[in-house]
């Protein structure tokens, strides 16, 4: 059996922890690794890291692992991953570390192609050099093949690897054009019903769609902020003009990202006013639904669903885009009924090296106690649940 450092070096690829301002020279290599990567993600380009881990309260402290094949002037990056501390994790001060989140729930490291299992090891050793017992992969695609090349690795080198949750999501990908998709796709009275909406809206004043990319996006950003501003999230003070270093993430991320034309601000607009907004990022041949938000005035003609389908259309229809990541929550209500794909999503804790096994089967043991507590007080939850529904039905 190959051990971490045999592994991490026979292909001659080394890897090391840094500190942002170290990786950030190397933005070049980086966007060219992102291009060519075994899984696309656009939230671990340069563009979004860099940005996250100057601007967002995570990213204080954080660190991003860097592989590369051979040395001194020829060498290649094949690997990144940026990582941030966890503090506690479940009450216990154990050295693990989790894979960066910068507002999108993918996990998935950029791997180079044609040497993953190589590049994973160098990463895994790396950390595990840097003191650290365990790895936390919250959102890998768990039938993805930086998936498939870690369960052969874990094997290959004799790390354990536990997957703690899965669901799966929306996602978008069809061979149908976006007009017929969208007719196909959706329920006959759910598409009528739009139909309604629509026309009524229309009704009110000039209703339009459109793509804002390039030089354009930042102006169209800032529209996107105000309307969320304007809503719930700016009454809880959650939108990302509040939330702390939110607003400066996403504006220096959209530029960075404007100039590579690897993101698109979608606006519906009522005689030019924008009623509803949505931030999509691109890597390569998948595109990221990162954010949406609607004027909450017009709700009952329901902007952000009729946003949505225009954008549905609009990405089938762009032979650049292979599939959409709607990056959302489970059974989401809206984007569902929708994008009707799914693709698989996995919480995966890694253990980076034998040397520390003590402290990673004591973070293993934290994390199988907090499942078992919650599968045995889900029954206790439904009931509480089934009570407050039916107050509230009381209350009426």
């Known amino acids: 059996m190959l051990t971490v450092s045999e592994a991490a070096t026979r292909e001659s690829v080394t890897a090391e922890v840094v500190p942002f301002e170290q990786a950030a020279p190397h933005a070049d290599a980086w966007r060219d690794l992102a291009g060519r990567a075994l899984e696309p993600n656009v939230f671990y380009g340069p563009e979004m890291t860099l940005a996250g881990l100057r601007h967002l309260p995570e990213g204080r402290g954080g660190r991003v692992v860097m592989a590369w094949r051979g040395a001194g002037a020829t060498r290649r990056l094949v690997g990144i991953l940026p990582v941030v501390g966890v503090g506690r994790r479940h009450g216990v001060p154990l050295p693990v570390r989790q894979a960066a989140g910068f ?166 607009t009522l005689d030019e006013r924008v009623i509803a907004a949505g931030l999509v990022a691109v890597a390569g041949d998948r595109a990221f639904y990162m954010k949406t938000c609607y004027d909450e005035s017009l709700g009952r003609f329901s902007p952000g669903l009729l946003l949505t389908l225009d954008l549905t259309a609009h990405l089938l229809d762009d032979p650049a885009i292979e599939g959409a990541d709607s990056i959302a929550i489970a059974d989401h209500p809206m984007i569902d009924r929708v994008w009707t794909a799914r693709v698989a999503v996995s919480t995966l804790l890694l253990q980076t090296t034998r040397d520390r096994a003590l402290s990673f089967r004591l973070l293993r043991g934290a994390e199988d106690l907090r499942e078992l507590l919650r599968v045995r007080s889900r029954p206790l939850r439904d009931r509480f649940e089934a009570w407050q529904a039916a107050r509230k039905v009381k209350a009426k």
């Open 103 to 268: 507002y999108g729930t993918v996990s998935t490291p950029l791997i180079d192609g044609e040497e993953a299992e190589e590049t994973l090891a160098a990463m895994l050793a790396a950390l595990g050099r840097a003191g650290i017992c365990g790895l936390l992969l919250p959102y890998l695609y768990t039938d993805g093949p930086v998936a498939a090349a870690l369960n052969r690795l874990a094997g290959e080198i004799g790390l354990e690897q536990r997957r703690l949750s899965g669901f799966e999501r929306a996602f978008l990908r069809s061979p149908l054009d976006g007009a017929t998709y969208l007719r196909d796709a959706l329920e006959t009275r759910r598409r009528k019903e739009a139909e309604r909406q629509r026309r009524r809206l229309a009704e009110t004043g000039a209703l339009a769609f459109r793509v804002a990319r390039g030089p354009e996006a930042a102006a169209a950003l800032e529209a996107f902020l105000a309307l969320e501003a304007a809503g719930w999230k700016g009454r809880e003070g959650t939108d990302l003009r509040s939330a702390p270093g939110a607003a400066l993430f996403v504006r220096e991320a959209t530029a960075a990202l404007a100039r590579a034309d690897a993101i698109r601000v979608a606006l519906l």
